[in-house]
C-alpha cells in the first residue's frame, strides 16, 4: 500500500526541541523530493520544508529557517524533521507530503500522511 | 513571495448544484497551480494540477481552469462527499504558497 505514516509529535515545552519522523512505503522513496507541510488548529495549510531526492536541495519557510533541519533517509525509506527552538506559534498538525518529482523545486503533493500533532506550551 | 487569495471564504450549495471556487495569485504562477480537497479529520487530498489536470482518480465533475493570476475551481453537479474545504496551491514561485482555502457547506 502506498503510504506516509508521521510519528514523533507531541507537548513540548517552549525552547525544547522534537523530532518528528516519517516513514514511506509503497512507491520508491529516493524518486521523489519531500515535504513537510503544517496545519495549525482550525486554520489552513503552510508549506514548511522541502528536500529533494538526493538531499542536495533542501529549502525552508522564512518562520523556521534557522530553527528546523529536513533530513531524509533513502536506505530506510524516510523523512525527518529536527525542530529545535520551538514556540508555541509551531502548534500544529504536521504532514509529511510526497512531490510529484525529485528535484523538489517546483513542488505540489500528491501523497500525504495523516499528521502528527505538535504542541508547544509550558 | 507570491500570495494566494480564495474567495469566497464560504460557500453554501445544495447537492446536485453547481459550485465555482475562486483562487488568485498575487503575481503571475502560470499553470503552476493545485487545487486540494481537504475532510474533517482528513489529509489533504491532490484534486487537480497544471491548473486542469486531474489527479488520479478524480471524478470528471472537477475541472479546473485559469493560467496567471485567476483560477476556478468547478464542481459540475455536488454529491454529498464534496462538501470540504478546498486549497489552491502554487508551485511557480518559490516557497511554495496555499490559500487560505474556501469551505464548501450545505445548503
Known amino acids: 500500500e502506498v503510504q506516509l505514516v508521521e510519528s514523533g509529535g507531541g507537548l513540548v515545552q517552549p525552547g525544547r526541541s522534537l523530532r518528528l519522523s516519517c516513514a514511506a512505503s509503497g512507491f520508491t522513496f529516493d524518486d521523489y523530493a519531500m515535504h513537510w507541510v503544517r496545519q495549525a488548529p482550525g486554520k489552513g495549510l503552510e508549506w514548511v520544508s522541502g528536500i529533494s531526492w538526493n538531499s542536495g536541495s533542501i529549502g525552508y519557510a522564512d518562520s523556521v529557517k534557522g530553527r528546523f533541519t529536513i533530513s531524509r533517509d533513502n536506505a530506510k525509506n524516510s523523512l525527518y524533521l529536527q525542530m529545535n527552538s520551538l514556540r508555541a506559534e509551531d502548534t500544529a498538525l504536521y504532514y509529511c507530503?510526497?512531490?510529484?518529482?525529485?528535484?523538489?523545486?517546483?513542488?505540489?503533493?500528491?501523497?500525504w500522511g495523516r499528521g502528527t500533532l505538535v504542541t508547544v506550551s509550558s | 513571495e507570491i500570495v494566494m487569495t480564495q474567495s469566497p471564504a464560504t460557500l453554501s450549495v445544495s447537492p446536485g448544484e453547481r459550485a465555482t471556487l475562486s483562487c488568485r495569485a498575487s503575481q503571475s504562477v502560470s499553470s503552476n497551480l493545485a487545487w486540494y480537497q481537504q475532510k474533517p479529520g482528513q489529509a489533504p487530498r491532490l484534486l487537480i494540477y497544471g491548473a486542469s489536470t486531474r489527479a488520479t482518480g478524480i471524478p470528471a465533475r472537477f475541472s479546473g481552469s485559469g493560467s496567471g493570476t485567476e483560477f476556478t475551481l468547478t464542481i459540475s453537479s455536488l454529491q454529498s462527499e464534496d462538501f470540504a474545504v478546498y486549497y489552491c496551491?502554487?508551485?511557480?514561485?518559490?516557497?511554495?504558497?496555499f490559500g487560505q482555502g474556501t469551505r464548501l457547506e450545505i445548503k
Open positions: 507530503a510526497k512531490d510529484q518529482e525529485a528535484a523538489g523545486s517546483s513542488p505540489y503533493f500528491d501523497l
Open positions: 496551491q502554487q508551485y511557480n514561485n518559490w516557497p511554495p504558497a
